[in-house]
């Protein structure tokens, strides 16, 4: 069932309203502008498809223009972060943190300076610009960094108060967004806080929890109502990939005493890799790792290379039998 | 215009940082040698002239900034610090030795005084714009500056900071350039030719003045001039000679990256106290 606490949207599997990632980050920029007169945003060219468009009409004298040039964007941005300003820099994940990693590594998160980096186009969900624009290790570059804080929101909402509370933080933030519009799950009453993940769908004496992050939490939601009458089955959004909230995690997966990890990133790197690492050394049990396997995305659309590409509801629910079968009887 | 007392002054303190130089990459055991040596007298002529800082309250917040993109220069940077009063000169004894404030390239966090951390070459002046335009933004009357190598102009990242600096018409950044010619595979005009350098950012919308990096007052009347350019930002390409004060080291790309051992030391060191005095500013 859906754990009340959580606050969803009603109808959740209707899956009525649907927004991309992108757009709450563009949301919470206006909302920004408005209470913080600290944030400035970056652009690498990209100001409509990363949706900091509205902001760059609504305050142009904050918006900064560094043309192609995600290295520039990093160390610019840097420079604005040391000076004393909260600079959001906007590009595509395979551009930054992919192209610019050394400068986010050295003038960034060695340097521990407030810059957040919105990378878009996370994922095969990209769609049919294809393999070249699909991110799918940049939750694996950012989370090597000491000092960097890594968040991937499941929806636009939740998308919109991570970007809220990054430009709160005071350290190096990753924001992880989507461009494929997906489902909205959560609502404004729906508890966000940074290194807090959520329980969204409780089962009751769960025989196994389902660990996802980003837009994909929804196809975990649906495996778990799919099984419900079948499998206990329990959903976390883990929004916050570092730092990674350890203790409820390996209380949940003591509770169970089986793992699924969700995400749409090469399952080297990324969430799954974090959770096996923490459970690795607090509580092993067996995990299935739901995500890309070593493969490069294509063209395509967003549905058509979810299933591809075996993150769809059906490989969750398979997963989820098959991480049961292996449990120590 | 400096007084000749001044300008004395200035070129002593460059003698002392050579020194200090020397002996802290001797103790290091590893290090570069022509680029520190080479850059002595415009570190001096900075932290003892150009500079409004306050070595007892390295955070003031109306500093001047100084931004040090080739961060494997740092010697020099920590010699003229220790001898401004920064930290006792015995610490530059600590240079990358483990648990020293003294990293190997240099760490903003972990030594007051510096304000970036670099090394990895081509970001500083990206960093140094950034800087600029914020505090432009707030009309903060501090100048930025940005000491860049000459070599690591081979990286595109500093060709996107020389944009951004130039369209944006950042006049409250001055760029030096240590043009000393010389690079780790050898000498910049044949690893990967830079000329003609100032038509290059002049075509960038920047000012350019060339000065002779080891005559103080040249250097300290280009970033004078700096301060009078309101359209664009200003970049000193500074002629230096890699190891200045050093024969052994003169020009030789080869000490581009390493340190003197003790007995080389030793003679560098007695060589270049015979030379209190000799490098002047010869146009007097």
Redesign the interface.
Known sequence: MIYPNAKLVENLFDAKEQAATRDGFGTALLELGETNKDV?VVCADLAESTRVLAFKEKYP??Y?E??V?E??L????????????I?FIASYATFSPGRNN??IR??IS???VPVKIAGMHAGVSVGPDGATHQALEDLALMRVQPNMVVISPCDAEEARKATLAAAQSGTPVYLRFGREKTPIMTTAETPFAIGKSSLLWLGEHPQVVIFATGPLVYNALCAAKELENDIAVSVINVHTVKPLDTKAIVAAAEDAGAVVTVEEHQIAGGLGSAIAECLAQECPVPIEFIGVHDQFGQSGTPAELIEHYGMGVSHIALAIKKVCSRKKK | MLSDKEVRDIELKAEEIRETIIEMLVAAGSGHTAGPLGMADIFAALYFHVLKHDPQNPDWAERDRLFLSNGHITPVRYAAMAHAGYFPVEECLTLRKFGSRLQGHPERLRLPGLETTSGPLGSGLSQASGYAYGARMDNKKFRVYCCLSDGEHDAGNTWEGVMFAGNNKLNNLTAIIDRNNIQINGMTEEVMPLENLRAKYEAFNWHVLEVDGHNVREFVDAVGQAKAIFEKPTVIIAHTVPGKGVKEIEFDYRWHGKPPNKEEAKKFLAELRTLRGKITSENE
């Open positions: 400035v004298e904050r900064i560094v043309g040039a290295q520039n990093a160390a610019v941005a840097s420079g604005l972060a040391n000076y004393g300003k600079p050394e400068q050295t003038t060695l340097n521990q």
